[in-house]
């Protein structure tokens, strides 16, 4: 057994640090937590924790089956606590969908024609692809917390002020 | 903290000192008495001995322990010099303009500053890493690997005794779209030599449950992020794992001490993905303390681009390092056109 354990984080189990000043803001930090986003949050809404210039991490609370999305490049998803599945359709013609010079995802009203990909099934500290060209879905049967490396698009939520130390 | 392997500027390197380059390098003969060799870049000079490095320039001179001194050198070579400053202590560092590099004295450190006194050279820089990595190649002892814990390496001290190449010649990991792609980075294992970590004993190795279509094998991937990071063999190290244009997901195992006070040219994101660190943040420019920033799992930060920072890890930890390596950021930066902080609320 080893002497060493190691401290994960959960959407119902973690523990917040924070930023002590000396000489400046704790604002500057946008300091926040990922479990406690998804937490607090309406399932697959993707919110931005963090941003530099026109990227963006987006965390969601993936709970129940979501909506379709797409994008114009690769995305990246990584489950941090539970099981959550991902599903993903070839699009016919992506470009159609959307703007191949678009950035972000885009919300589908319905799934374009495709062929289907596959499907993921990820646990805590699972990172898959969403790639290019494809459309995308999750499912989860009980709350899990998702991290997604992405563009800020037009599904990107900022909710600083709600979420980040002040 | 890592640099894209494209992240150096087409354009001719800012220089906002003015400062010529330096163009004198010398290696001396190894020392009678300790072995080691000294090094000489332009009016800087290099020497160790059984505990300290010694930094001479004209005017001045500095000392660090010579394990303080091989652990920053090891990340200022395995980096490229990385983004902004990388300050070894409070006296001596570098500062990249992609390109080029200015070594210093003094330049962050608010008394050096005020009595001006401050020291500066200006380099290519593929002339400053080639007598860099001869340095850490001569000074780095058999059985020290300045790229492992504490707990998890020999003694850097005492007169010259054999090398360890292959521990100072590690190659960083940057996959070019996700570890575990066909053609790209590959996974770690037992069998490729990367055992999983004593401090991360208990994280579970299980695989994603991937289901492909046929023909879509190459794009329907998934790993396991901790699994990989556990298995990691160095620390302070941020390996690319994941590419979305200039987005780079630079993952790393931490224990102990960041080795170098990062003075980064650019907003830097850390995203604590177990267990905790403790970052302590200066300003760039004059040292002076500003904050403490406490980070548990699920916690996420910036350090801005005006501040140091350096973080403290006493259990092995996972952190992400989030970088934009757009070349274009640090002259939007010191022109004014971006901000210190990347978003106000």
Known sequence: MSEYSTQFGAIDAYERGGVSVIADSPKNYLFSNMFDVAARSQPYVRVAVAKNFEYVIEVARAEGTSGWFTCAHDEFVTCLDYSCEVHLVKLDDPDSVVDPESEGAHALAELPPGRKMGRIVLRRGHMALLPVGAAYRFEAASPATLMIQTIDGPVTAHKWAEFCQS | ?345
């Open chain 2, 1 to 345: 903290m890592a640099m894209s392997e494209d992240t150096e500027s087409a354009n001719k390197p800012a220089n906002p000192r003015g400062l010529p380059l330096q163009s004198g390098f010398a290696v001396e003969p190894a020392d009678n008495r300790t072995g080691y060799r000294a090094f000489k870049a332009g009016s800087f000079g290099f020497r160790r001995d059984g505990y300290f490095a010694h930094i001479t320039w004209p005017n001045g001179r500095h000392q660090l322990a010579v394990d303080v001194f091989l652990r920053a050198l090891m990340r200022d070579v395995a980096w490229g010099f990385f983004y902004g400053t990388v300050n070894f202590d409070t006296v001596f560092g570098t500062t990249n303009y992609y390109g080029e590099v200015e070594m210093f004295a003094g330049a962050t450190n608010e008394s050096f500053i005020r009595s001006g006194t401050a020291f500066i050279e200006r380099f290519k820089a593929d002339e400053l890493m080639r007598i860099f990595k001869e340095m850490i190649g001569d000074w780095t002892n058999q059985g020290y690997d300045p790229f492992a814990a504490p707990m998890e390496t020999g003694a850097p001290w005492g007169t010259k005794n054999g090398d360890n190449d292959d521990a100072v010649g590690r190659k960083r990991v940057t996959a070019k779209r996700m570890v575990g792609l066909p053609g790209d980075t590959p996974l770690r294992s037992d069998a490729s030599g990367y055992p999983v970590n004593r401090m991360f004993a208990d994280v579970p190795q299980d695989e994603p449950d991937v289901y492909a279509e046929p023909g879509f094998e190459h794009e329907v991937s998934a790993y396991n992020l901790f699994a990989y990071l556990s298995r990691s063999d160095v620390t302070w190290n941020p390996s690319v794992c994941s590419v979305v244009k200039e987005s780079l997901f630079c993952p790393t195992s931490e224990e102990f001490i960041l080795p170098v006070e990062h003075g980064n040219d650019r907003p830097e994101w850390f995203v604590q993905l177990t267990d905790e660190i403790i970052w302590t943040t200066k300003d760039r420019d004059t040292g002076a303390f500003r904050a403490q920033v406490v980070c548990k799992a699920g916690d996420v930060c910036v350090m801005p681009a005006d501040v140091r920072h350096q973080g403290f890890s006493d259990k092995r930890s996972m952190l992400l390092v989030w970088e934009n390596g757009s070349p274009k950021i640090p002259e939007l930066i010191r022109s004014g056109k971006a901000p210190n902080v990347p978003v106000t609320f």
